[in-house]
């Protein structure tokens, strides 16, 4: 029996926290969904046009998450991670409908 899935995001007092595997230069600006790393570590895939040139990538990444989630720009920061594929992203509000909100995203609902 597999292990159960990991969700790639927590819920902290200010909201959540969600790490990401970064693919600039991916086609398009768009979540792709859960992977669970060899290590065991789930991240949400996230795929942007821009390069990872400057911040440009890292701007994308937070664009995509805030639209996705219809929040203000000034919701979504990048905590670590500013020059790593693996990065984590810190997303103010609702901690709980925030989760739930990524999941549906995640599942493609």
Not at 1 to 23: N, Q
Not at 25 to 45: N, Y
Request: aromatic residues 2%; proline residues 7%.
């Amino acid at each position: 029996m597999p292990p159960a899935r990991t969700a790639p995001w927590r819920i902290v007092p200010e909201g959540i926290e969600v790490r990401v595997r970064a693919t600039p230069r991916g086609g398009r600006d768009a979540l792709d969904g859960v992977e669970t790393r060899d290590d065991g570590a789930a991240v949400l895939k996230v795929r942007v046009l821009a390069a990872p040139e400057d911040g440009a990538a890292n701007a994308a990444i937070r664009d995509v998450l805030r639209r996705a989630l219809g929040l203000p720009a000034s919701a979504v920061t990048l905590a670590t991670g500013a020059t790593a594929r693996i990065k984590l992203f810190r997303i103010a509000g609702d901690g709980p409908a925030l989760a739930q909100r990524l999941q549906d995203l995640a599942d493609g609902t």
